[in-house]
């Protein structure tokens, strides 16, 4: 490899690290990201998104957190806390997710799949 060669492959590295670090400023996280939740069995994972339900849905920091969430990842289904019958039960997603609440209930038609988001 030449000077020329060089110094053209090492500006091409440095434009694209830059390219990198505006997509990332661009596509920062809103609260705590995706969400991805397995334990579903036979069903499709559920892929919780900060970001529709604060920035589309307009629901506040304190609504969710620390009363119906902790702030940590995996600390909700510890123990095998969240299923469909403690959601059911007006627990978790269950808080706004039921009738007569802020969110469509999980009884709705086609709930299951816009829970049931993703695949595992
Ligand atoms: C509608 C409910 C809801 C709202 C509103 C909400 N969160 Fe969350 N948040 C969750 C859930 C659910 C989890 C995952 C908990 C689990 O995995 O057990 C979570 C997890 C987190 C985590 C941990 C992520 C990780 O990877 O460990 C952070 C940080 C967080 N949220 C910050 C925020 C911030 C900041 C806001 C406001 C901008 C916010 N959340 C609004 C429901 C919500
Ligand atoms: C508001 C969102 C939401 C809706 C609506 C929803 N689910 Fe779930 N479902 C979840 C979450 C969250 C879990 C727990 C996943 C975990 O713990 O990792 C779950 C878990 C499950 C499981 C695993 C076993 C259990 O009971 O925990 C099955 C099966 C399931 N759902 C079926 C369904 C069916 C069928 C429907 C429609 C009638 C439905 N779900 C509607 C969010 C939802
Ligand atoms: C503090 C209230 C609240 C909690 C808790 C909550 N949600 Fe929601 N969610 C909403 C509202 C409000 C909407 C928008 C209204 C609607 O679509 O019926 C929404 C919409 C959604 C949607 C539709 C998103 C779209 O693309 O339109 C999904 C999927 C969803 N929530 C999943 C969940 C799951 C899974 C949980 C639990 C881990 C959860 N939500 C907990 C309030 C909540």
Do not use: Y
């Not at 990842?73 to 019958?85: F, H, I, R, V």
């Amino acid at each position: 490899m030449n000077r020329w060669h060089k110094i053209a492959v090492i500006s091409f590295m440095l434009s694209a690290f830059c390219l990198l670090q505006i997509e990332r400023v661009f596509a920062a996280e809103v609260g705590g990201g995706d969400i991805l939740f397995s334990d579903t069995k036979e069903q499709k994972g559920v892929t919780f998104s900060h970001k529709i339900h604060v920035e589309v849905k307009g629901n506040k920091c304190p609504d969710c957190h620390v009363k119906i969430f902790k702030m940590t990842k995996a600390s909700t289904d510890k123990d095998n806390a969240l299923t469909m019958q403690s959601i059911n039960e007006g627990k978790f997603c269950g808080v706004c997710h039921a009738e007569n609440k802020t969110a469509f209930s999980t009884s709705a038609k086609g709930a299951c799949d816009k829970c049931h988001n993703t695949a595992k």
